[in-house]
């Protein structure tokens, strides 16, 4: 897996953040010049906030710091040279809803683990998850983690071979965020259990391709993990 040389100091960064409050305001100006404004008092738009923040933020900082393509993953990428980035996504959750955001529809992150280097990319991704709380004028981040796919998708058990959920179980979805740092569950949290528990996923009723296509998939990975060592 590759690694960002300057991934301690974006950590850092994000660390910074917990405490602090943004105030969420609107403001409208009508055609004859009457103006609106007010406080928002809930919203769902803290990860497109979040994004924003941290690019300033650590773009500042760390001029090599850049947002990936508009509406595409990843949400940030550090480029070390011409050839070679590193990639990071951004999560937010309300504190008192839990984790609840997807890594990704089952179909689509099958599809780009399984391309060439696929394994390795996503292991390599750093994800920056924020916790954060309503207040009566905005948000204040109240937690922060930085981690990899495998640490975030450890709550394995039951009847699903990787945490599963949304509308019809189509979506790859976070363990609890005690899970993410539970002695308990610490030797969960490694890529092997994680592509062991990926190539269960590929073979169930759940990853809805026809069977030719999951071999493919499923040789793939295969192949990327033997190459890797994983």
């Given at each position: 897996?590759s690694?960002?040389?300057?991934?301690?100091?974006?950590?850092?960064?994000?660390?910074?953040?917990?405490?602090?409050?943004?105030?969420?305001?609107?403001e409208?100006?009508?055609?004859?010049g009457?103006?609106?404004?007010d406080?928002?008092?809930?919203?769902?738009?803290?990860?497109?906030?979040?994004e924003?923040?941290l690019?300033?933020?650590?773009?500042k900082?760390?001029?090599?710091?850049?947002?990936?393509?508009?509406?595409?993953?990843?949400?940030?990428?550090?480029?070390?040279?011409?050839?070679i980035s590193?990639?990071?996504?951004?999560?937010c959750?309300?504190?008192?809803?839990?984790?609840g955001?997807d890594?990704?529809?089952i179909?689509?992150f099958?599809?780009d683990?399984?391309?060439?280097?696929?394994v390795?990319e996503?292991?390599?991704?750093?994800?920056?998850?924020?916790?954060?709380?309503?207040?009566?004028?905005g948000?204040t981040?109240?937690?922060?983690w930085?981690?990899?796919?495998?640490?975030?998708?450890?709550?394995?058990?039951?009847?699903?071979?990787?945490?599963?959920?949304?509308?019809?179980?189509?979506?790859?979805r976070?363990a609890?965020?005690?899970?993410?740092?539970?002695?308990?569950?610490?030797?969960?949290?490694?890529p092997?259990?994680?592509?062991?528990?990926?190539?269960?996923?590929?073979?169930?009723?759940?990853?809805?391709?026809?069977?030719?296509e999951?071999?493919?998939t499923l040789?793939?990975?295969?192949?990327?993990?033997?190459?890797?060592?994983?």
């Amino acid at each position: 897996m590759s690694f960002d040389p300057k991934t301690p100091e974006i950590k850092k960064l994000c660390e910074s953040q917990i405490g602090g409050g943004t105030k969420l305001t609107w403001e409208t100006t009508l055609l004859n010049g009457e103006h609106e404004s007010d406080e928002m008092k809930d919203c769902n738009i803290i990860g497109n906030l979040m994004e924003n923040i941290l690019y300033k933020f650590i773009s500042k900082r760390i001029p090599t710091f850049e947002k990936g393509p508009p509406g595409q993953k990843p949400d940030f990428r550090n480029l070390e040279s011409e050839t070679i980035s590193y990639d990071y996504e951004l999560k937010c959750f309300k504190k008192e809803r839990g984790p609840g955001f997807d890594i990704g529809s089952i179909t689509g992150f099958l599809r780009d683990i399984s391309k060439p280097n696929g394994v390795q990319e996503k292991l390599s991704v750093k994800y920056l998850i924020f916790e954060y709380d309503m207040t009566s004028i905005g948000s204040t981040i109240t937690d922060f983690w930085m981690l990899s796919v495998y640490d975030i998708c450890c709550g394995y058990g039951g009847g699903k071979p990787i945490n599963i959920g949304g509308q019809n179980g189509v979506n790859i979805r976070p363990a609890t965020k005690n899970q993410w740092t539970d002695e308990k569950s610490k030797e969960k949290r490694n890529p092997t259990n994680f592509l062991d528990r990926i190539e269960k996923l590929i073979q169930s009723k759940w990853y809805k391709v026809d069977e030719s296509e999951k071999q493919l998939t499923l040789e793939s990975i295969q192949t990327q993990r033997k190459d890797i060592g994983f």
